[in-house]
């Protein structure tokens, strides 16, 4: 019942920015910590960013400085802003958000994942 739907994946040149959009809908009562994870092919999933509810971040230490991750709670998304972009920052990006639903049972729900491809 819950989705999570990104958005703002793409191609583009090293140095340059994107932004991507994940919103949450359907029977939500609210969302604790949202995060977005990154995989590139054969490797792990890695955790990029991690914002809670109260708006405390953490970001690895590979894109310190150049991505920020920010929410909209009136709207059930969280962003992540990606600047000066990295061939190593190519991966499949996915949206998590620990959504409490009305019964107060909390969920693990991922977005389905977008492309970020950075070009050498």
């Known amino acids: 019942q819950v989705q999570l739907v990104e958005s703002g994946g793409g191609l583009v040149q090293a140095g340059g920015s994107l932004r991507l959009s994940c919103a949450a809908s359907?029977?939500?009562?609210?969302?604790?910590?949202m995060a977005w994870y990154r995989q590139a092919p054969g490797k792990q999933r890695e955790l990029v960013a991690q914002i809670t509810s109260g708006g405390s971040t953490n970001y690895t230490d590979s894109v310190k400085g150049r991505f920020t991750i920010s929410r909209d709670s009136a709207k059930n998304t969280v962003y992540l802003q990606m600047n000066s972009l990295k061939p190593e920052d190519t991966a499949v990006y996915y949206c998590?958000?620990?959504?409490?639903?009305?019964?107060?049972?909390?969920?693990?729900?991922w977005g389905q994942g977008t492309q970020v491809t950075v070009s050498s």
């Open positions: 359907g029977s939500i009562f609210s969302i604790n910590a």
């Open positions: 998590y958000g620990a959504v409490v639903l009305p019964w107060n049972n909390e969920r693990a729900c």
